[in-house]
């Protein structure tokens, strides 16, 4: 029923009358350098909805309605070349303008680059808290927003605040957010440089044709085979940031006989550690697009890209750790006979496979069908040292000298750890501890070999593995999008989308260490309710104490199911001075889990489906452009819309049972901006201020706590399910962008974020764990105004460019970022935290010095500078080009994130801790990058 009236509301449309248009001005567009002709550059007149494309030979022709004035701006832009504005007074008759000239655009290499590179930072951080969007925004010409992908997101700044799951990501129209989180998974197209530079994106919450759109902005990236110029394009690449090498490869075809296009990228990129220690790099990119064309009025496309990536991780590092062995120490590698080891590695392969319809009804109307089916999966690594019995685990101990766990960075293996009693220092211990850390310090893989072969010896099942977390997903995609010019100066855009997700979960056993099984337990399980210990400590009670081997599944298996469906209608009108448009959506998401295994603790509630958890999506925008003249405007826009959560939120511990977050709901989401826009042929400018409101948010977290409050027993250590809900956010700032272009060759210009992104209530909080029988509730945490972690909420940038007449170009940016905080932990901030184990209030609290001991950290301002430049050359028919960039040139250190740890949950032994010279479970932190480079020559032919 709903689809019936959104497509009568369509046809109705028909009816309004089409409004006439006279020549305006004709030409061709050529390569600066190479002569070449340039298709599939798009011309189109300021401040309407009038624009074209080049043809194969690179000629266009362009008309204008007869209502406009007697002069428009021609706006000629190709990604890779820079932006053209060509005065046009309207005639008569048609103008011829010629061959117009388009310089290929060095700094656009730059932007590739930085895309690739920053965009995938967030496999740094195991749960991708510290992600960022320049991903989002590299196709925008818009100087606040290049600066702030291309150089604020070195630091993980966030514009406006927002994360990578409030943008949208879209590939010929179908988008690539995952449902588990919302984000998009950056490394599925990573590597594929060349064939990404078609790309369409709205800032914010601007219109977009290509569907609702998202509160961060929409970027839709066109991989269709007719799209890209003709010709080949070879590069090489060094690097020491995420990799060392990169070589790359990509053909067009352009037009053969009987309407075929053809497009092929391939690149690898690769290093045995990056920046920070220990982090391997291994990816391939392999992309590929055939397009038919069958008639004027219908293509159909095919595009597949697999780009599998392994690489290893970084952990975050407390102060004792980071002072004892420097910003690029990562715990998780060690040496195994003579080759760097990662313990923590990630590995991608999802291919993705597309086909998309395009059906030109008329000049003024075109629908675009696509398919898209993903498949294969991801996995994380990780030492298990949990498969042994107790009377294994206490030898382990023993013979260990630190306890089971291996890191090297373990609280009990530094050397605050033995100076933790005040008057019972073992000051010699400490210092044996420190030598050993500094001398040594990373991962003993030999220890574990070591460990399995004497457990083996002695006939039982090995102690160490190596496990692999696997997600494994199959979504297939379709949607409809509707584009229609009803008169010159009116458009509809419609669309309707489906998809389908199974996620299967599961843990798998990678390597074994030298040993032969490994025993499907959980050692740290309790007894509970009185289900005896031998029940709980099973993963699956249809299969216990079981002994699994390398790449059999274990510990936990579950299948997430997920269907979601949305419609979405679009209308925008153009007056002479005033543009407005209005949009809406409609649309259900559903999440299912259905458990492979019977836990011995949720016995009762782990096995089978689970309830479904339903969600609308549903949301309405506006928007308003008023003109003062061709060279000012403001611009206005509001929203309204629900966000459903992805199913990472939903469910409270989907490894071991079927809990749903007590009442689940969708983000409720408003916002709204103001713009002020000048834009002359030497100075461009951009105001603007907004506020955003997030309600009802939740949020599900995993640790290790200490100081639970009224558990009954002296023993308050436990793994938990942290369940936030009902969680307000507030987000307001100024954005201020501007360039001035002094002359030809030299450019300024100036950039400003000053943002305040707080907690704007007290949200619920509740703790679910296998080590008590019912969710602990406690009731309200005291967010309120405390600030959101997630990089600096104030940044600033000047800088200059100077581009020479012989293709050589340099650039130098002062970048200044103030105003990030910590991550706080939000256990701390309840009735909990001044709360003994017996539930009676602890006595020797004190709230000037609680209140001392919660405040929020915040991290220090700094300065980082960025330099970047290049040159050109033509060598015959050829295209040479030479592209480097420096990023913080004098190596400023920084954090540019962290987190408290929740090690300390109440007041007692929180104070106890930071009383102490050095914390045992102080803050931990990630820091950026040092000095690093990126250096690029590439040849089109």
């Not at 008329?362 to 990780?382: A, C, H, K, P």
């Not at 936030?724 to 974020?753: C, H, P, R, W």
Request: charged share 20%; hydrophobic share 35%.
């Amino acid at each position: 029923m709903k689809i019936s009236i959104f497509w009568v509301f369509i046809f109705i449309l028909i009816s309004l009358k089409v409004s006439s248009q006279q020549p305006a001005g004709q030409g061709r567009l050529v390569d600066a350098i190479t002569d070449v002709p340039l298709p599939q550059v798009k011309i189109a007149i300021q401040g309407s909805f009038n624009e074209t494309l080049t043809n194969t030979d690179g000629s266009f022709s362009i008309g204008v309605e007869t209502t406009v004035s007697n002069e428009v701006i021609l706006v000629v832009s190709r990604p890779g070349y820079i932006t053209k504005r060509l005065p046009l007074k309207i005639t008569s008759e048609n103008k011829d303008l010629g061959d117009i000239l388009l310089q290929p655009d060095e700094f656009y290499e730059r932007s590739q680059q930085f895309t690739i590179s920053l965009t995938e930072s967030e496999i740094l951080a195991e749960e991708g808290k510290f992600d960022n969007i320049s991903g989002l925004l590299q196709s925008t010409r818009d100087v606040y927003l290049n600066a702030a992908a291309f150089d604020f997101s070195q630091t993980f700044f966030r514009v406006r605040g927002l994360g990578s799951e409030y943008g949208k990501l879209l590939i010929n129209g179908v988008e690539m957010n995952k449902l588990y989180d919302g984000r998009p998974q950056w490394s599925n197209w990573g590597g594929l440089n060349d064939v990404q530079r078609n790309q369409v994106f709205s800032i914010g919450i601007a219109p977009t044709e290509y569907g609702f759109g998202g509160l961060g902005g929409t970027t839709n990236i066109m991989m269709r085979a007719s799209k890209y110029q003709k010709g080949s394009r070879i590069s090489v690449a060094g690097s020491n940031r995420s990799y060392s090498g990169r070589l790359m490869a990509t053909y067009a075809s352009g037009e053969k006989g009987n309407g075929w296009f053809y497009a092929f990228s391939i690149a690898r990129r690769y290093a045995e550690e990056g920046y920070m220690d220990g982090t391997l790099y291994d990816a391939n990119s392999f992309f590929a697009s055939v397009e038919k064309k069958i008639s004027d009025n219908h293509s159909l496309n095919f595009t597949g890209f697999y780009t599998p990536v392994t690489r290893g991780k970084s952990a975050p590092l407390t102060q004792e750790v980071l002072d004892l062995k420097g910003r690029k120490y990562n715990p998780y590698w060690g040496y195994q006979e003579g080759d760097i080891r990662n313990s923590r590695m990630r590995e991608i392969r999802e291919p993705v496979l597309m086909l998309n319809h395009f059906w030109q009804f008329s000049e003024n109307m075109d629908l675009n069908t696509n398919i898209s089916y993903q498949f294969g999966e991801v996995t994380n690594s990780r030492i298990d040292y949990g498969g042994t019995t107790s009377a294994e685990l206490d030898w382990q101990q023993a013979y260990l000298g630190g306890g089971a766990n291996p890191d090297p960075a373990y609280y009990q293996k530094l050397p605050s750890y033995y100076l933790r009693f005040e008057g019972s220092e073992n000051f010699e211990a400490a210092l044996r501890s420190q030598n050993d850390f500094v001398d040594n310090g990373q991962f003993n893989w030999e220890q574990l070999y070591l460990a399995n072969n004497t457990a083996s010896l002695s006939g039982t099942n090995s102690i160490y593995a190596l496990a692999e977390d696997v997600n494994r997903d199959n979504q297939l995609s379709a949607n409809l999008i509707l584009n229609w010019k009803l008169q010159d100066n009116f458009k509809v855009n419609a669309g309707i989308r489906f998809s389908s997700l199974k996620s299967d979960n599961f843990a798998r056993i990678k390597d074994l260490f030298g040993g032969s099984s490994f025993l499907d337990i959980d050692v740290f399980a309790e007894e509970v309710s009185g289900t005896p210990l031998i029940l709980a400590s099973q993963s699956d009670l249809l299969n216990p104490d079981r002994s699994v081997a390398v790449r059999d599944s274990y510990k936990y298996n579950y299948e997430i199911s997920s269907n979601l469906s949305e419609t979405f209608l679009q209308a925008q009108y153009y007056f002479k001075r005033l543009e407005l448009s209005l949009s809406g959506k409609f649309g259900t998401v559903k999440y299912q889990r259905d458990g492979k295994y019977q836990n011995g603790i949720f016995s009762g509630n782990s096995l089978g489906e689970s309830e479904s958890a339903d969600f609308l999506d549903i949301g309405l925008k506006s928007g308003l452009i008023y003109k003062f003249s061709g060279r000012q405007n403001i611009e206005v826009n509001l929203c309204y819309f629900n966000k459903p959560p992805g199913f990472r939120n939903v469910f409270v511990n989907p490894r071991q049972n079927n809990e749903i977050v007590r009442g689940s709901e969708e983000e409720i989401i408003q916002t709204s901006d103001l713009s002020y826009r000048y834009r002359s042929s030497k100075f461009n400018l951009r105001l603007t201020g907004y506020l955003t409101k997030i309600n009802n948010a939740a949020e599900v977290s995993y640790y290790f706590s200490n100081g639970l409050g009224d558990l009954g027993s002296e023993n308050t250590v436990a793994f938990v399910q942290e369940v936030l809900t009902d969680i307000d956010k507030q987000l307001f700032g100024l954005e201020f962008g501007s360039e001035y272009q002094v002359n030809s060759m030299i450019k300024l210009k100036a950039v400003a974020s000053l943002g305040q992104f707080t907690y704007a209530n007290n949200p619920s909080l509740y703790l679910s764990s296998a080590s008590f029988s019912a969710p602990k509730d406690y009731g309200k945490t005291y967010l309120k105004d405390y600030y959101l972690a997630g990089g600096p909420q104030r940044a600033a940038q000047i800088g200059f460019e100077y581009r020479d007449p012989q293709y050589w170009w340099f650039g130098s940016m002062l970048n200044y970022f103030s105003h990030g905080f910590i991550d706080i932990n939000p256990l701390s901030r309840t009735s909990n935290f001044q709360t003994d184990y017996d539930g009676f209030p602890l006595l020797d609290y004190d709230e000037e010095v609680a209140r001392a001991l919660l405040q929020q950290e915040k991290f220090d301002s700094y300065f980082l500078v960025n330099l970047v430049g290049g040159k050109s050359w033509r060598i015959k028919d050829k295209y040479l080009g030479f592209f480097v960039s420096i990023n913080n040139l004098l190596d400023k250190e920084y954090k540019s994130g962290g987190f408290e740890q929740a090690r300390n949950s109440n007041y007692r032994t929180l104070k106890q801790d930071m009383d102490r010279d050095m914390p045992v479970f102080g803050n931990k932190y990630w820091l950026g990058y040092g000095t690093s480079f990126f250096v690029n020559l590439s040849l089109r032919f």
